[in-house]
């Protein structure tokens, strides 16, 4: 357990014991904690995505032995694109997985809502964040940034203060993720713009263009894995840092 709690450290599990079993255990929350932002990184959950991972891996693997095989394309890749491709598969091959579980924290909703105080396993990471006064902004932008949140500043704002998009971003796809781990798609483009409220402890992700690896039919889902690969390695700094 780390974070912002009074003694952060490694606890042994006993039969039975739950989210607040352990904040207790850990001398309770700091003046400074923000629970709604809280990380619960399970062992089961993350062995599930890093099996994922690695059979996106291969499926781009065979993808791409078979589009260097075919004759007379009408698109021939370039070494950029190969390069793309290639980095891709070894990102996901090397991807620290984060297996994040959304779930209820606050000492103070759990004591009258016991329904919701999730039991731990062997294994799971808990980090209990600072309460937060900034929005960060990541991915294909110039400048990937934590910037101060202002009440009324919207999504494409946040985006022009960390440079703009990159030539590499798929600005169709960005999407927040909120203090509690869920998500939802931003309307940030040029022709498709939208005012959204961004509260604090927010993540915007602006992921990668999955134009170039569009050269082999068949690989599935090269969006999602694009993004996901995005929020593991921002969320996984975070439960690194609390260490």
């Known amino acids: 357990m780390t974070g912002e709690v009074k003694n952060p450290g490694t606890y042994d599990i006993i039969a039975g014991d739950t989210v607040s079993k352990l904040i207790t255990r850990a001398g309770g929350l700091t003046d400074d904690a923000y629970p709604s932002g809280a990380i619960l990184s399970r062992k089961s959950e993350r062995m599930r995505e890093e099996q994922r991972y690695k059979a996106q891996a291969q499926e781009l693997e065979l993808r791409l032995a078979e ?12 070494e950029q694109e190969l390069g793309f491709a290639r980095n891709l598969i070894a990102e996901l091959k090397s991807a620290q997985a984060l297996g994040r579980i959304t779930f209820e924290s606050n000492p103070d909703i759990l004591a009258t809502a016991p329904e919701l105080d999730m039991l731990l396993e062997s294994g799971d990471r808990l980090y209990i964040p600072k309460r937060p006064l900034s929005v ?36 169709d796809r960005a999407f927040v993720i909120y203090p509690d781990g869920s998500a939802n798609p931003l309307a940030v483009s040029s022709w498709n713009h939208k005012d959204d409220m961004i509260p604090p402890g927010s ?3 602006v992921p990668r263009d999955p134009k170039p690896l569009t050269f082999m039919d068949g690989a599935k889902d090269l969006s999602q894995i694009l993004a996901n690969l995005a929020t593991t390695a921002i969320f996984a700094e975070d439960i690194a840092d609390g260490d």
């Open 67 to 78: 589009a260097l095989q075919q004759k007379n394309k009408d698109h021939e890749p370039s």
């Open 136 to 171: 960060r902004v990541a991915g294909e932008v110039l400048s990937p940034a934590t910037l101060q949140f202002r009440a009324g500043k919207d999504s494409r704002t946040y985006i022009d203060e960390a440079g703009g998009f990159t030539y590499d971003a798929d600005s």
């Open 203 to 205: 993540t915007i992700i």
